[in-house]
């Protein structure tokens, strides 16, 4: 399995970035698509999420200024930042959860890419 993120750098505060990842290895179709972030000496934390069926969920942080997408036909997730601000900088993760019932789920985590605002 692979999650292959792209997209990040460095860019001034109030200007967008779009975050791609490209997974292969799974059958994409069937998987929730998440984007979390990890600042330097903070935990990591969700940034939004996307079901298989296509229901999404931000963290308030960021609600109103990121958009997750997907395209199933290419097994790409998206993550378009606007008005991206300082605090936004972190590197972010790509992440694909398949829920089972009656097996453990299964997690998968892509590399990270680098995302810096200046201000």
């Known amino acids: 399995v692979q999650l292959q993120a792209s997209g990040g750098g460095l860019v001034q505060a109030g200007g967008s970035l779009r975050l791609s990842c490209a997974a292969s290895g799974i059958i994409f179709s069937r998987y929730a698509m998440g984007w979390y972030r990890q600042a330097p000496g903070k935990q990591r934390e969700l940034v939004a999420s996307i079901t298989n069926d296509g229901s999404t969920n931000y963290a308030d942080s960021v609600k109103g200024r990121f958009s997750i997408s997907r395209d199933n036909a290419k097994n790409i997730v998206y993550l378009q930042m606007n008005s991206l601000n300082p605090e936004d900088t972190a590197v972010y993760y790509c992440?694909?959860?398949?829920?089972?019932?009656?097996?453990?789920?299964?997690?998968?985590w892509g590399q990270g890419t680098q995302v810096t605002v200046s201000s």
């Open positions: 992440n694909a959860e398949l829920r089972r019932t009656y097996f453990a789920n299964l997690n998968y």
